[in-house]
């Protein structure tokens, strides 16, 4: 049955495939044997290179459409003062915590990467439950994130009817919300038909993204500063570098803390690369790599956007009074005009699109390999992968899971903004565990890495912990003071609440069923010490005596 899945007994198989293969077989290509060896066979394409995992993460992160959609709490909550100097802290620390994982992802270049490798970070005694609670965190992560996009893509065409007064855009209009939930939810499937795209035919997609990200930076960076120019004005450089303010009603203090708010939710979610390693060739340097430089990228391009965008805003007074679901539609109307804004508009919206249809590669991925272990209901149909190598099957979970949340949009626009508050949270968990568990639980791991870290291993590990943890608890924290129903933040109750299933799942999950973490501990473990060529024999022998001292091979 375990074979029947995609899943296969990592020891055994490892063995029956050097002894009857020679290095000339297809066996020997570096990704399929080490595929072998964490237990799986080679069932996805394999046809990315390191533009289209660097693509991935990068078009997943989509800089400027997260600064866009936080810049107004960045920039208010205790100034810009605040806000930019908060984003280059994040970047130095999100630098470190990609670096981190990078390690990890040379080391288990896996589709479904993060829950994987917070099952390896755990060890023997608690890999499973850190594989099953972070298997939860990520993939309730991306679903919404899916999710939320695509409402976010509506807003930005809907905001035009607050720039031409034709109709309302107050979220407590059931008519509104109603035209909003039926374009997100077109939105959503145009975003999943493109993943039904042939791989070939994909790389197109990750192209294509990231040149309209790259394109919307442009403008911003050449036109919308000549714009402002002529119309309402720069900020000064002392505004932007030293003034401070507080809107969040909290003491100053805490309000400098909860800028990190706005700044830490733009660089999270570059784990992607990880999930499309399996489909990516030499995945255990190129994956490693794009993770790494999508952060390093999406951080620089993210600052040089910060400050930019400081600089091009009307005061703090002015910018809260842009009422629209997404007010940096009506800022571009202001600068740009009515016509230069709606092709600006145009662009964010299709760079928005394109980010959702990237994360949707990324959490398919993620749902596909949790099925591939057999613990969904339906998994056998969910694993199934398609003549072209995709799992399809996982992508339509993925369209029907995020409908759903999205259809939380009907009855009360409180209740999708709690569901998605959450999108954050779980991965920036998931990166503190996987941390946690390599500098606690298997601290001598992953030290043969062919992207390795070296003696900052051990140091990274340490900041990337503290780092996600206190990041854990600004983005648990409520935004505005005094708290009250409408300003409460949900995002820390349905992370316990998450958190509690995933807990269920592992408890009542019998153990041989999934995540048996011995024996792939034993084939990493000899894996590092064997070989290719004229040390297959030896590497068979040292598989065999191991088995043989530790007795039967099944758990």
């Known amino acids: 049955m375990a074979e029947a899945r995609g899943k296969v007994d990592p020891v055994e198989q490892t063995i029956k495939d050097l002894e009857g293969t020679t290095p000339t077989t297809s066996l020997y290509d570096e990704d399929e044997k080490q595929l072998h060896r964490l237990g799986y066979k080679q069932s996805l394409h394999r046809t990315y290179k390191f533009f289209e995992n660097f693509a991935a993460s990068f078009a997943a992160l989509y800089f400027i459409g997260g600064i866009r959609a936080t810049f107004y709490y960045g920039a208010s909550a205790a100034g810009p003062a605040a806000y930019w100097s908060s984003y280059v802290i994040t970047c130095i620390f999100a630098f470190i915590t990609a670096a981190?994982?990078?390690?990890?992802?040379?080391?288990?270049?896996?589709?479904?990467?993060?829950?994987?490798?917070?099952?390896?970070?755990?060890?023997?005694?608690?890999?499973?439950?850190?594989?099953?609670?972070?298997?939860?965190?990520?993939?309730?992560?991306?679903?919404?994130?899916?999710?939320?996009?695509?409402?976010?893509?509506?807003?930005?065409?809907?905001?035009?009817?607050?720039?031409?007064?034709?109709?309302?855009?107050?979220?407590?209009?059931?008519?509104?919300?109603?035209?909003?939930?039926?374009?997100?939810?077109?939105?959503?499937?145009?975003?999943?038909?493109?993943?039904?795209?042939?791989?070939?035919?994909?790389?197109?997609?990750?192209?294509?993204?990231?040149?309209?990200?790259?394109?919307?930076f442009g403008l911003n960076v050449i036109w919308l500063p000549i714009r402002v120019s002529q119309t309402y004005g720069f900020q000064s450089a002392k505004w932007v570098f030293t003034e401070t303010a507080n809107s969040t009603g909290a003491p100053q203090g805490w309000s400098w803390v909860l800028s990190f708010f706005s700044a830490a939710g733009v660089i999270v979610g570059f784990d992607a690369s990880g999930h499309v390693a399996e489909e990516t060739k030499n995945a255990s340097v190129v994956a490693a790599r794009g993770l790494f430089w999508s952060a390093v990228a999406s951080g620089l391009f993210g600052?040089?956007?910060?400050?930019?965008?400081?600089?091009?805003?009307?005061?703090?007074?002015?910018?809260?009074?842009?009422?629209?679901?997404?007010?940096?539609?009506?800022?571009?109307?202001?600068?740009?005009?009515?016509?230069?804004?709606?092709?600006?508009?145009?662009?964010?919206?299709?760079?928005?699109?394109?980010?959702?249809?990237?994360?949707?590669?990324?959490?398919?991925?993620?749902?596909?390999?949790?099925?591939?272990?057999?613990v969904l209901p339906c998994s056998g149909w969910i694993a199934k992968v398609s003549p072209s190598g995709q799992p399809r099957n996982a992508v339509t979970v993925i369209w029907v899971v995020a409908a759903l949340i999205l259809c939380s949009i009907l009855p009360s626009n409180v209740a999708f903004t709690s569901l998605v508050s959450a999108a954050a949270l779980p991965t920036i968990a998931a990166y503190a565990l996987i941390a946690f568990g390599r500098l606690f639980l298997t601290p001598k791991a992953f030290r043969n890495a062919p992207w390795s870290l070296g003696i900052l291993s051990k140091p990274f590990q340490v900041i990337a912990l503290v780092w996600n943890l206190y990041i854990l608890g600004v983005l648990s924290s409520p935004l505005y003071y005094p708290t009250s129903a409408a300003t409460l933040n949900y995002a820390p109750v349905i992370f316990g609440g998450i958190t509690l299933f995933a807990v269920l799942c592992w408890w009542f999950t019998p153990a041989e069923a999934w995540l048996r973490q011995k024996p792939l501990e034993e084939v990493i473990e000899l894996s590092q010490d064997g070989g290719q060529g004229d040390h297959q024999s030896a590497f068979v022998a040292g598989v065999r005596q191991r088995r043989g001292s530790k007795g039967s091979s099944k758990e």
């Open 303 to 374: 600052f040089a956007t910060v400050i930019l965008f400081l600089f091009c805003t009307p005061n703090l007074e002015v910018l809260s009074s842009l009422i629209a679901p997404q007010p940096f539609v009506l800022l571009y109307a202001m600068a740009l005009g009515k016509g230069g804004h709606i092709f600006m508009n145009i662009i964010s919206i299709s760079a928005l699109l394109f980010n959702t249809s990237v994360a949707i590669v990324a959490s398919s991925r993620l749902v596909y390999a949790i099925a591939r272990d057999g």
């Open 100 to 216: 981190m994982l990078a390690e990890v992802c040379s080391a288990l270049p896996a589709a479904g990467s993060i829950y994987f490798w917070a099952a390896e970070s755990g060890g023997p005694k608690l890999g499973r439950l850190f594989g099953f609670i972070v298997a939860w965190w990520s993939s309730t992560a991306w679903t919404t994130f899916v999710a939320s996009n695509c409402q976010g893509a509506a807003n930005y065409l809907l905001s035009e009817l607050a720039v031409f007064g034709k109709w309302t855009t107050d979220t407590t209009d059931i008519k509104f919300r109603a035209v909003q939930w039926a374009v997100a939810q077109f939105f959503l499937m145009c975003c999943i038909a493109s993943n039904y795209l042939p791989p070939r035919v994909y790389k197109w997609i990750f192209k294509i993204a990231t040149a309209i990200i790259l394109l919307d």
